[in-house]
């Protein structure tokens, strides 16, 4: 008899300090064999883990479950968030009998009220499975980790990269795992370590950066003969909720020793260094001087409207430095630019108004009105769309209305892509898929903290990450935390240090 072992997927990274609610409407969904089918070929953790099951020497049968995955953005409104755990937790009573389970989570969900829904999806999923069944589970190394979430699975398998680039071989990594749980060759033993500590900045990425060191630590723990799974969960800044803190997470065959000395050096290496966790930012007067000066590609990352961290979308914040119209900066931007915003009002106009159109309309702030005051511009309309696109992952993506508008100054002009529905501004796709060339523009601004320099260090002549406002500015002074535990670094002084497994 093959081994019946269920997928299944539920992802959405929150902000807290978002205003705009995501509803049920804004989760997109596959079910049963339409969710293999979507996956299989992709560059994501589902693909990975159907490659490495067809691969096994034990017949496998993959069980799709259910899969509903959103764009980042603010909490998801309670009784939305409800239907959806519901239907998930459905979904797994219907699926038959099981050999095993991997459910492939984000980590940093939140609710208005709920701050844990991972850990409450695991308990129901838990109550439905029963005790013992295996059960493994791939998180985002932003995830929040929490203890109820390590109550109900044998192992976590989280992300090795930043920008992440390892979604296929964590669904590999984890699909070993559960295989070598289910064939009970394996017996898990955890070590956790908890860090309050908020982290942000180059140090981590994890080509260059000291995170990495951490990271390869952990890389060096799982090739080893004892190892299952290990990695460093660093959290979402930005999903203000109980449980955020970073964590070293380090499970292995049956050797609890091990565990604990791998988590508690990496735990002890990250908390020593603390301190160069913090990100670096440039003021906006001061982004647009390095620009003028820049020949070729400036990329700007404006993270603190960035739509992969949970931000409303909708800042017009660098817009208006690019056109002269900041109180911000006094340096005139020369040259041509190319943004994003989520407008749904805009957008809506350009496409009834269609290309070639000139419009005078308001742009920003329709989705975050407390930090962004709507701008008055002129613009022609280049071009309109339906939106459907799809990521360089190979997952579709639908934006709603979607025009191209184009903003002339006089030293140059920026095309904005306006879109109904928030997206990702990470890779060059979202851009190209509407006909935009970034390599044909002078500054280039991505809603990003990091995850696009994937794609733009190869073309970029100068990344600036500027310092502007935002619902996941990467100054976490900035923002009103109000639920997270304290003291935590970098918020509070002298923080006590944490407990260390000796």
């Known amino acids: 008899m093959p081994l019946r072992i269920l997928i299944a997927e539920l992802k959405q990274e929150t902000s807290s300090f978002n205003p705009t609610l995501t509803r049920y409407d804004d989760f997109h969904q596959a079910h049963g064999e339409q969710l293999l089918e979507a996956r299989r070929g992709t ?3 589902i693909a990975g883990a159907l490659d490495v099951f067809h691969e096994s020497e034990a017949e496998v049968e993959p069980v799709g479950g259910m899969a509903a995955w959103a764009v980042s953005g603010g909490p998801i409104h309670d009784g939305d968030l409800d239907r959806l755990i519901d239907e998930f937790t459905r979904s797994v009573a ?3 009998d099981l050999d095993a389970v991997y459910f492939c989570l984000h980590g940093a969900m939140a609710g208005q009220q709920e701050g844990d829904p991972e850990g409450r999806v695991l308990q129901r999923a838990r109550e439905v499975l029963g005790p013992d069944l295996p059960l493994v589970v791939s998180l985002d190394l932003h995830g929040i980790f929490t203890t109820r979430m390590q109550q109900h699975a044998q192992a976590f398998v989280p992300f090795h990269t930043y920008p992440h680039v390892d979604q296929y071989t964590t669904g590999r990594r984890a699909a070993d795992t559960l295989l070598k749980l289910v064939s009970s060759q394996a017996q898990p033993t955890t070590c956790r370590v908890p860090l309050p500590m908020l982290v942000r900045g180059d140090e981590l ?9 951490a990271i390869r630590m952990c890389q060096d723990l799982e090739d080893s003969e004892a190892g299952l799974a290990a990695g460093v969960l660093i959290g979402n800044p930005f999903t203000d909720v109980p449980g955020l803190r970073s964590w070293v997470e380090v499970t292995t065959d049956n050797d609890l020793a091990t565990a604990r000395d791998v988590a508690s050096r990496v735990a002890r290496f990250m908390w020593d260094r603390r301190d160069r966790l913090e990100a670096e930012l440039v003021s906006l007067d001061a982004a647009l001087q390095i620009a003028n000066s820049t020949e070729g590609l400036c990329v700007f990352s404006d993270a603190a409207d960035a739509t992969a961290s949970g931000a409303s979308g909708d800042s017009n914040a660098i817009l208006a430095g690019l056109l002269g119209r900041s109180t911000q900066a006094t340096t005139s931007f020369v040259g041509t630019a190319l943004l994003s915003v989520v407008d749904a009002p805009a957008a809506r106009a350009a496409c009834t108004a269609g290309a070639g159109s000139s419009l005078e309309l308001q742009l920003g702030g329709t989705r975050d009105p407390g930090r962004f005051v709507p701008l008055d511009v002129e613009a022609t309309v280049i071009s309109t769309h339906d939106g459907h696109f799809t990521y360089e992952s ?15 100054s006089p030293t140059g002009h920026v095309d904005v892509l306006v879109t109904q529905r928030s997206v990702y501004v990470v890779g060059r796709a979202v851009f190209t898929a509407h006909g935009l060339d970034p390599t044909r523009y002078d500054v280039v601004v991505a809603k990003s903290p990091n995850g696009f320099r994937t794609h733009y260090e190869s073309i970029a002549a100068a990344i600036v990450p500027v310092d502007v406002p935002g619902s996941t500015s990467a100054n976490l002074h900035s923002l009103p935390f109000s639920r997270c535990p304290r003291p935590i670094f970098p918020l509070d002084p002298n ?3 944490p407990d260390f497994p000796a």
């Open 43 to 45: 560059d994501t953790e």
């Open 94 to 96: 219907d699926s038959g």
């Open 205 to 213: 990425l994890t080509e260059t950066g000291l995170f990495g060191d």
């Open 394 to 408: 190979g997952k579709p993506e639908t934006a709603g209305d979607t025009a191209v508008l184009r903003i002339s």
């Open 495 to 497: 923080v006590p240090e």
